[in-house]
């Protein structure tokens, strides 16, 4: 069984920072492209960022860019680290994994999908 499962989101002050994971199973996590995406309240879901395979280069979305860095074991678990966090990145996150070269932040080109996990920055 394929599943992605998000784990480390929570509640923090802006500035602050939390650790994102990502574990996977059921598939080949080294031969995947990861992404990681969110939806805030009333909005639409938006790419965050993504790592391809096999060089491992990574893309960051405009807003994060300097903030979040994606990272992986190189086993089963990918991360997110967020720092500096503002009121704006509130949202559900979800990592996705991808088995071609996918266009980074469209959803649609993945293949697995987590359920999220909701991230809160106060202010």
């Known amino acids: 069984e394929v599943r992605l499962v998000e784990s480390g989101g929570g509640l923090v002050q802006a500035g602050g920072s939390l650790r994102l994971s990502c574990e996977a199973s059921g598939f080949t996590f080294g031969d995947y492209f990861i992404g990681w995406f969110r939806r805030a309240p009333g909005k639409g879901r938006e790419g965050v960022g993504c790592l391809s395979r096999p060089d491992g280069d990574k893309y960051y979305e405009d807003s994060v860019k300097g903030r979040f860095t994606i990272s992986t074991d190189n086993a089963k678990t990918a991360f997110l680290q967020m720092n500096n966090l503002k009121p704006e990145d509130t949202a559900v996150y979800y990592c996705?994994?991808?088995?071609?070269?996918?266009?980074?932040?469209?959803?649609?080109?993945?293949?697995?999908w987590g359920q999220g996990t909701q991230v809160t920055v106060s202010e």
């Open positions: 996705t994994a991808g088995r071609l070269p996918v266009a980074c932040g469209d959803w649609n080109s993945y293949d697995y």
